[in-house]
């Protein structure tokens, strides 16, 4: 057992040495940091809060809360197809735990590590357990909301689902051999941010998002941002195999609706769609864009398919 850190330790012993990437030209420790803003491009900033027992259970592994907060955030970034440079981290405990910190903290600096990008300030308060990180990145070529256009392509770009039926697992409420836990650990704790994808896309795509809410609630977005209409086809789907697994015939439906994958959903225009198509990235046409309200209608083997849930909304 540790002993407990006030907060100026907290800060040294767990966040100060935090390696300095490239354009810090002061990282922690004064009022501010100071960074070189890049000469090309424009900056993408983007903040997301993880507050315990409601994004995470207070009782998970330090180090796997610490990957998907920073996670969850890089993957805004990477849905901008903006490289990562820097990031702060606002952290609210209820009370100082050396080991926990140790955990928590070297699973950040291991994922910030992983993906370039420096932690370069932030600020520690007690609290009930919160987690905020705000990322800085560069982009040359944004991927937007307000892009799309009527008879593009709806895209995304990996199998979805794993997370929502991961839930139930991450909870506790239900049960299933460790093998099988670990993959739902994985896919709740360990969102890949989709990087490659974007940059690859970046040259054809009318818009992206990253779905953090489910599939229908984000293109909705899309649809409101790009004033346009959406059909998609669920048996086009890309059902994760664990999702399948986990959830039987409700996969299908945690797909469509569940959140949590950090996938990108994107469109293409008509005449770029064959441009897309050759760069083989894995990604899945579900769908298309027509004039109209802002809406998302689904269909399954030619049926209107009703959405069990609207995507999660906090309020
Ligand atoms: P101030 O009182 O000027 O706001 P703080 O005492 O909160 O400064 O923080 C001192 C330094 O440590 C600052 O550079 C701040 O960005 C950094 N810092 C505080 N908490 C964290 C944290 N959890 N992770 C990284 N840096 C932190
Ligand atoms: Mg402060």
């Known amino acids: 057992m540790g002993a ?19 354009g810090v030209v002061l990282g922690i420790g004064d009022d501010c940091a100071l960074l070189q803003a890049p000469s090309q491009g424009q ?13 995470f259970p207070a009782e998970a592994d330090p180090a796997a809360i610490a990957a998907r907060a920073l996670r969850v955030n890089l993957s805004d970034l990477a849905a901008m197809n903006a490289r990562p440079l820097w ?12 080991n926990w910190l140790r955990k928590f903290s070297s699973g950040l600096l291991q994922t910030a590590a992983q993906f370039g990008v420096s932690l370069v300030g932030g600020d520690t308060t007690a609290g009930p357990l919160s987690i905020t990180i705000q990322v800085i990145g560069q982009t040359a070529r944004p991927l937007r909301r307000d892009g799309a256009g009527c008879g593009d392509s709806i895209y995304v770009s990996g199998p979805l689902g794993a997370a929502a039926a991961a839930l139930p697992v991450i909870l506790g409420d239900q049960r299933v051999p460790a093998e099988v836990q670990h993959q739902a650990e ?17 040259d054809f795509a009318s818009s992206a998002l990253d779905i953090s809410d489910g599939l229908i609630a984000d293109l909705a977005h899309i649809c409101e941002s790009s004033h346009v209409s959406a059909d998609i086809y669920l048996e086009r789907l890309p059902v994760s195999p664990i ?25 293409v225009p008509p005449e770029k769609v064959e441009s897309v198509e050759k760069l083989e990235l894995g990604v899945t046409a579900i769908g298309t864009l027509s ?13 209107p398919w009703q959405a069990p849930s609207k995507g999660y909304q906090h309020f």
Do not use: K
């Not at 900056?43 to 994004?55: F, K």
């Not at 981290?89 to 209820?94: E, F, I, K, S």
């Not at 039987?248 to 994958?261: P, T």
């Open 186 to 202: 994985h896919a709740f704790y360990f969102p890949e941010p989709q990087f490659a994808t974007a940059a690859a896309i970046s």
């Open 87 to 98: 990031f702060t981290l606002a952290l609210t405990l209820p009370e100082s735990d050396a």
């Open 243 to 267: 999702a399948q697994s986990l959830a039987g015939a409700n996969a299908l439906s945690l797909s469509a609706g569940g959140g949590d994958d950090y996938q990108l959903c994107f469109t």
């Open 43 to 55: 900056l993408a900033t983007s903040m997301d809060t993880l507050v315990a027992g409601r994004h």
């Open 291 to 303: 004039a109209g309200a802002a809406e998302v209608r689904c269909w399954h083997n030619g049926e």
């Open 4 to 22: 407990a850190p006030g907060e100026f330790e907290i800060i040294r012993d767990f966040f100060a040495s935090a390696p300095q990437g490239q």
